[in-house]
């Protein structure tokens, strides 16, 4: 069955240093979406991106965070500067389309800790 | 702005017993999923409910819908241990975006 994939499943960063994480969406998904979880706490909406470029952002998603399709496959979130309120878990998800029944399918997460 | 709200938080139950999780959200809504999570794990698709009034069941759980009052409910039917997890509903607003409750952390004791 297809499944949402991320990489690294745990990455430890100094404050201040760059982060990508990654994510190889389901195959035939069009909108891609990026989630956080601060331990502990409920999941956040992040960013979805559909058709190469980003459709909706939340306040936590300021200009430190980006977002890239840099190849057929890939979806990446980065950091810039990381801070240590950055800690949490990433979900990445993908859907078919937006009308219906189109579900998102999240992915395992990476556990992003910032010391 | 969409709120969830999930009640109870925290829920210690028996085996054996039922209970209901509520999900009440603030704004209209045409979808609404539920979660479950173990711990530190991903997020499991339980049910998406469409309609209102849509029932749904999958073993000892049921969720249902009804959007006039803007309320979900899971129930659970003779909880096994099995059941224990963190489950969240989760609404969708325009574009797809989910916005998800604080999530009930379940522990259903032998």
């Known amino acids: 069955e297809p499944e949402v994939t991320q990489t690294p499943s745990h990455q430890v960063t100094q404050m201040g240093q760059e982060v990508i994480l990654r994510c190889v969406p389901i195959s035939n998904h069009l909108y891609f979406y990026w989630y956080r979880q601060i331990l502990g706490q409920k999941v956040e909406f992040l960013v979805s991106?559909?058709?190469?470029?980003?459709?909706?952002k939340s306040e936590i998603f300021d200009d430190q965070f980006s977002v890239e399709r840099p190849d057929g496959s890939n979806f990446t979130l980065k950091i810039r500067s990381t801070k240590l309120e950055d800690s949490a878990m990433y979900f990445c998800?993908?859907?078919?389309?937006?009308?219906?029944?189109?579900?998102?399918?999240f992915g395992p997460g990476t556990r992003l800790t910032v010391t | 702005e969409l709120k969830v709200e999930q009640n109870p938080l925290f829920l210690s139950m028996q085996e054996g017993k039922n209970y209901t999780i509520y999900c009440n959200y603030s704004t209209t809504s045409d979808r609404l999923y539920w979660y479950r999570q173990d711990p530190g794990k991903s997020l499991e698709s339980l049910f998406v409910l469409l309609s209102n009034g849509a029932v749904k069941q999958e073993g000892r759980l049921m969720a249902s819908l009804d959007t006039k009052a803007r309320l979900s409910t899971l129930h659970i039917t003779a909880a096994v241990h099995d059941l224990s997890a963190t489950y969240f509903c989760?609404?969708?607003?325009?574009?797809?975006?989910?916005?998800f409750g604080g999530g009930t952390r379940l522990m259903v004791k032998p």
């Open positions: 989760a609404v969708v607003n325009a574009g797809n975006m989910l916005t």
């Open positions: 991106f559909y058709n190469n470029e980003i459709s909706e």
């Open positions: 998800a993908s859907s078919e389309g937006l009308a219906g029944t189109y579900e998102q399918y």
